[in-house]
């Protein structure tokens, strides 16, 4: 698997470790987002870690001969980053997908692609439908389109060169090993160090949050009984306005719920994403098996307060930079 250092990563292969008897081998650069110590603890037996990059097609051409399946979750992730400097977006996201998809076609390898739902672009607050696979892309920010990019990659590979791939697009994940770049690890880590949680906007854009290993399972089952050339989509019925996260937060670390603040909005900011993960759950039986987004924001909010030596190298760089653009 690519992308194995990263926050969904690092949890997948944990996952796959304590759910299945499947060895991995990591695929991943190590960039500012990817850090060796998501991954202690587990067997070295069976889990391998080589530092490199997507696109390196040797490197990706000599991995994929030596698997049995490639998942795929390597990526230039933060959508803040993709608005100061698109390039290595471009470079990962899309040249990337390409180099692997070029390898597991040579070698014939079952592929399988993590992609965002954000490659739908947005929706209204007050808009009753949420997105499904016939959704038309519309992507709106560098990230997204990058990844939108990739997706169609996925497919033409398919149809063209009978690549034996299949697609989700997921929702906002939360849970443990989350850069604290990202929102919600931002806002218990701002609190943990004496900062105030800042909201983007008048916080009213509403995401679909879903527990990484929810995420994880899904993962899993459409790897083992998904259709070739399908896209599923994943999530858990967890939409919540950025507001509402942040003065749950608040509450489980004991503080006032409005003790935030309102900053400069993210430009080209998307107002709402909703997953109808009617087909993966229909044709594959998946369900969520995290139902409480209080409890599993909790156990998350605990262990970031048990692992501060994991992410306190990254908090004050990461506050430096969302300080330059008012953020
Ligand atoms: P992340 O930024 O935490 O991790 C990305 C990992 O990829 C890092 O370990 C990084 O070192 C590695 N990487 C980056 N560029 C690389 C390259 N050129 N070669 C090899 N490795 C490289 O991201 P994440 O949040 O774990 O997201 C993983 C995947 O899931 C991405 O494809 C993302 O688009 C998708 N996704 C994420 C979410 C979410 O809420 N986080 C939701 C839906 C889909
Ligand atoms: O400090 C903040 N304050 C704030 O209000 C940050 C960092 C974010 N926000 C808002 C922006 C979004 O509305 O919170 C929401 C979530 O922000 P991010 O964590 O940056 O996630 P998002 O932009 O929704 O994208 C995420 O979900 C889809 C992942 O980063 C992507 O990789 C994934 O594809």
């Known amino acids: 698997m690519t992308g194995g250092a990263g926050f969904i990563g690092s949890n997948f292969t944990r996952w796959v470790i304590d759910h299945t008897d499947a060895s991995v081998v990591v695929l991943d650069k190590l960039t500012y987002a990817g850090n060796r110590d998501s991954l202690v603890g587990l067997p070295r037996d069976r889990v391998e870690l080589v530092v490199g990059d997507v696109a390196d097609a040797s490197l990706v051409g000599d991995l994929v001969a030596s698997v049995d399946a490639v998942v795929h979750f390597a990526a230039e992730s933060h959508n803040d980053n993709s608005l100061a400097d698109p390039q290595p977006f471009l470079m990962t996201n899309i040249v990337g997908t390409y180099t692997l998809l070029q390898a597991v076609r040579e070698h014939d390898v079952r592929y399988h692609h993590i992609s965002t739902d954000e490659v739908y672009g947005d929706l209204e607050l007050d808009d009753p439908a949420r997105f499904t696979e016939h959704t038309p892309y519309n992507p709106s920010s560098p990230y997204s389109s990058t990844k939108a990019s990739s997706d169609l990659l996925v497919r033409a590979w398919v149809r063209s060169f009978g690549v034996q791939a299949t697609l989700s697009n997921c929702s906002n994940n939360y849970g443990p090993y989350q850069h604290v770049e990202k929102f919600i690890p931002r806002q218990i880590t701002n609190v943990l160090t004496g900062r105030r949680p800042k909201l983007y906007g008048a916080g009213q854009n509403v995401r679909d949050w879903i527990h990484v290993d929810d995420h994880n399972a899904a993962v899993w089952t459409i790897l083992q009984k998904g259709a070739i050339g399908e896209t599923y989509l994943i999530g858990a019925d967890g939409e919540k306005s950025n507001r509402e996260v942040v003065e749950e937060i608040l509450r489980l ?21 909703a997953i109808d ?23 998350t909010i605990a262990w970031y307060e048990a692992n501060e030596a994991w992410w306190k190298p990254a908090k004050d760089a990461t506050e430096n930079k969302y300080a330059a653009t008012g953020q």
């Open 277 to 299: 993960s009617s087909k993966l759950r229909t044709e594959l039986g998946w369900e969520p098996q995290y139902s409480s987004f209080h409890d599993g924001l909790a156990a």
């Open 253 to 273: 670390l004991g503080q006032p719920e409005d003790a935030y603040d309102l900053v400069t909005d993210r430009p080209g900011h998307d107002l709402r994403y």
